[in-house]
Nanobody, 118 residues
């Protein structure tokens, strides 16, 4: 089992920046991929960004160029730097992790709220 705990959410004005972090614990040696998803009210949960053990990254179309995912394997953390935030980025952001061959979201964190508003 893997436990994930997110932090860093909050209120930010449009155009501002926010950094989310997710710390993994438990069977961390088994983790291959970590990712961030988000879900706005009434919408499906969508992939924001993902990163694998070898550093390969993947981004959703709506955040490419504005968001950056990074991973610190020594600290068992994954971070999401969010710049140029827009009101449509407002959502609950979830951290996920998965073993090799299990997709991107075998385990989930509890989520952290990001509010973009003036």
């Amino acid at each position: 089992q893997v436990q994930l705990v997110e932090s860093g959410g909050g209120l930010v004005q449009p155009g501002g920046s926010l950094r989310l972090s997710c710390e993994a614990s438990g069977s961390i040696s088994s983790i291959y991929a970590m990712a961030w998803y988000r879900q706005a009210p009434g919408k499906q949960r969508d992939l924001v960004a993902a990163i694998t053990n070898d550093g390969s990254t993947k981004y959703g179309d709506s955040v490419r160029g504005r968001f950056t995912i990074s991973r610190d394997n020594a600290k068992n953390t994954v971070s999401l730097q969010m710049n140029s935030l827009k009101p449509e980025d407002m959502a609950i952001y979830y951290c996920s992790a998965a073993r090799h061959g299990r997709g991107l979201a075998e385990y989930w964190g509890q989520g952290t709220q990001v509010t973009v508003s003036s």
